[in-house]
């Protein structure tokens, strides 16, 4: 049996992951799930990273907790749904602590690949796709919804990872593949299964 493919949507807060995480897994038949909180580990550990009362959680406190997060993720649902050959598509995955914690929050970056790769044992996406959308247009979207702890921080915050989100594609284009948030839905939609079918082949 062939393995599956390991499929991660990444963007910042509000780009619209979720809906073509949703989209994606439905036509691959594939385990959705996100991080944090993919497992019921994962989500007491979410309820605590995004509750705006633990303003006071020490970087370092939250880069842990996500790779937490990440090891239980990995070693409950992901990695067995790959060895059983199913697609996994997923709402975020390492990258987001590499984008968040270490250029957002200004982490050392090497320690932060380090500590991650360790907690998913070296199971990186295949391919990850980032959905990009404009900051200004992303904070004109976070306005009209409830914000959670990371929603709430300031403009600077989401440049830094959206700079650091470009770095890392840059590094590494064969497992990313870009694609502008902008169009309708289904628009984008067909665009993210072009590019899945060029490089995965599915």
């Not at 992951?17 to 993919?38: C, D, Q, W, Y």
């Not at 705006?52 to 239980?72: H, I, V």
């Not at 709402?91 to 380090?114: C, N, P, T």
């Amino acid at each position: 049996m062939s393995l599956g493919k390991y499929i991660a949507f990444e963007g910042l807060e509000g780009c619209g992951k979720s809906t073509h995480v949703k989209r994606l897994a439905t036509r691959l038949n594939a385990v959705m799930t996100r991080e944090p909180g993919g497992t019921v580990v994962g989500s007491m550990l979410r309820n605590i990273l995004i509750d705006p009362a633990n303003s006071n959680l020490s970087p370092r406190a939250e880069a842990l907790m996500m790779a937490a997060d990440r090891a239980q993720h990995i070693a409950e649902l992901i990695s067995p749904a790959l060895g059983s050959g199913q697609h996994v598509v997923s709402d975020r995955s390492v990258y987001s602590s590499l984008a968040y914690q270490g250029y957002g929050r200004q982490q050392d970056l090497a320690e932060l690949k380090r500590i991650n790769d360790w907690a998913i044992g070296g199971l990186w996406p295949d391919l990850v796709i980032y959905i990009d959308v404009p900051i200004e247009v992303l904070l004109e979207r976070l306005q009209k919804r409830e914000l959670d702890r990371f929603e709430r921080e300031d403009r600077a915050f989401f440049e830094r990872i959206n700079a650091g989100f470009r770095a890392m594609a840059a590094s590494d284009p064969k497992r990313w593949l870009i694609v502008d948030g902008m169009p309708p839905k289904d628009e984008l939609e067909k665009l993210i299964s072009a590019g899945l079918l060029a490089r995965l082949g599915i």
